[in-house]
């Protein structure tokens, strides 16, 4: 064989052995791993891409099974739970992620104007919308429940990362910001093992990572809050953002043609009643988007429709008579279903 000969086929095998390497670079990063797994009282879905999906879905897996040890008020030595059962008495150890969670929602309390309290626990539990006995409280019980919710007198000791309720009878419930807090820490998780392409969705809580590996955005469904679960208001694509979504709809009962919901006025000891029946808020921060959604569906339309354009969130808002407003900084984000029956699109 001549050189020319040698150099040809020397050639030839660098670009095949180019061509199947990148094949395998291909394949590796369309590889995905899913699945949905149930934890924190609701279900959990996840798609990772890439070699080091298996590892983050596992992580995600153990890591939502650990918190829930930690926030339940229904396990009774979860941290949670001993400084409920503790209200009036004394001090409890938190892990550090659950003091950073509490001192959070204690903080976004304060700036919520009265209408999202981490310490709603007793209200919450007369109600007992999410349990085994909804019922509608007597006037004398929403009045003691409302004078042990107050913020303030949750104490925070930094240095011992600990905390107390400072009245018996107090209890913290985290049900309206824990699973976006949860978001946060799974972001940080994934981006740790290398993760540029998924999804988790904890309870409707999204938290995205990049695109798709073919470029195109992640697309999610903005529930219809008069439809069943397979129906769409439109959808929304989110690239490094979380999603947290409040509405009437998710867990209620009805008496005498009134639908008492899950989403309770500290201010009346009632569920809200502010005109609204969904609120839908993106940012990247999702502890912020978790209890904005709940504040938001609190305070009610006329405060919500004020906040529509701010720079560290995009809210899509829907009121009781079917009207949809969104932030204008989700224009080509949001594409709202035309089809959806009985709405009316504004933008
Ligand atoms: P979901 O958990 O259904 O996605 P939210 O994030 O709005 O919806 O949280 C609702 C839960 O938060 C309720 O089930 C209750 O435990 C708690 N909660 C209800 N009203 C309030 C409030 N005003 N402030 C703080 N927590 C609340
Ligand atoms: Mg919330």
Redesign the pocket.
Known sequence: MNRRWIWSLLTLAVAAAGAVTLYQNNQARLRFVSGTTFAMNTFIDQKWFGSKGQKTYDRVTAFVTEIEQEISMHISNSDIALLNQKAGKEYVALSPEVFGLLSRAKELSGASQG????T?GPL?ESWD??GLNPKVPSQEEIQKDLELINWEDLLLDETNSSAMLLREGMAV?L???A?GWACDQIRQLALEEGITSGYVSL???LMVIGQKPDGNPFYFGVRDPRGDATEYIGTVSLEGKTM???GDY??YFEEDGVRYH?????RTGYPADGGLISVSVISEDGALA?FL??TF??LGREETLKHLEDDRYQLIVVDSDLNVYWSSGLNGNFQPNQQAEGYTFHQ
């Open positions: 209408a999202f309290d981490l709603i919450v919308i999410t419930d049900g309206a910001i699973k309870g409707g809580n947290a979504t409040s998710e867990r899950h989403l309770l006025d500290p978790d959604s709940t569906f609190v």
